[in-house]
């Protein structure tokens, strides 16, 4: 429950099944999956990344049944930009009450291809997902880490080919809370068209930051956060759930349709289902 002066909700999308699922040495069962998908929906969780086919191919499955089940989350598969990628994800969803997928494309300083490659990648594949789904998401993989231009110009042509949800991740974890909430601003500020998507943030907590960095964007603007139970993800992991969801029960202004009373459910059975695995 939240009071009359919380009045801003605040998207939670979780993401154990996908980016916590690649930490685990031992990957987990669609048994597990479902399992955990059915405690996340009744938990309140509006998304739940179950999968990316294109990395591991028993996650095309995984989407399929545990769309099968949920009646109220959206489901959601990420795929990169590869066609065959966004029309395996989009196959999976066609049981989902809602379903959405998730589009990403490398836009950092690592990646290899012209500003103007990457709008284009960004518009086929994104208008693609759009073809097949009318809830699509597009991520800025490595967006700390890429001129703030090309970001803005990237995050535009994105919502210009359909995406409603655009992500803004610290892929690697590098950010502070000031050096983030100042990207995620700029963003709002730069982007003509962004009052027509909403703006997520998925933190990596290498520096200890995840969960700090999320909040500090929701006072810019940022309206989905992307999390994961026991902060489960690759290296040092993502946002922890709890935490996010905690704090965000103690402020102000921002809700959540969290119930919390099923927060340690999840953690216990995230706990379980990971001992010895990572
Ligand atoms: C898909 C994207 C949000 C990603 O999760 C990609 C990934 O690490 O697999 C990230 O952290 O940048």
Known sequence: MH????????????????????????????EQKIRLAMILDEMGVDAIEVGYPGACHKDRDEIFMVSQQVKHS?????????????????????????????????IGIQSNITASEVLETIQSSVSL???????????????????????????ETAIKSGATTIAIPDSLGVASPIEFSHLIETVMHRVPNI??????????????????????ALDVGARQIECSINGLGVRAGNADL??????????????????????????EMVSQFTAGSL
Request: charged content about 20%.
């Open 242 to 267: 709890a935490k996010v969801v905690e704090a965000i029960s103690n402020h102000s202004t921002y809700y959540t349709s969290i119930d919390c009373s099923w927060l340690k459910v999840a953690s």
């Open 74 to 106: 959206t489901i959601c598969g990420l795929a990169s930009s590869q066609p065959d990628e966004i029309a395996a994800v989009a196959s999976a969803l066609k049981p989902a009450v809602r379903g959405r997928i998730n589009v990403f494309t490398p």
């Open 3 to 30: 009071d009359a002066s919380q009045t801003i909700k605040i998207t939670i999308f979780d993401t154990t099944l996908r980016d916590g699922e690649l930490a685990l040495k031992r990957k987990l069962t669609v």
């Open 129 to 155: 997902a759009r073809n097949y789904c009318q809830d699509v998401e597009w991520s800025a993989f490595d967006a700390t880490r890429c001129h703030p231009d090309l970001l803005c110009k990237a995050v």
């Open 195 to 216: 009052d027509s998507c909403t703006l997520a943030v998925h933190c990596h907590d290498d520096r200890f930051l995840a969960v700090d960095n999320s909040l500090a």
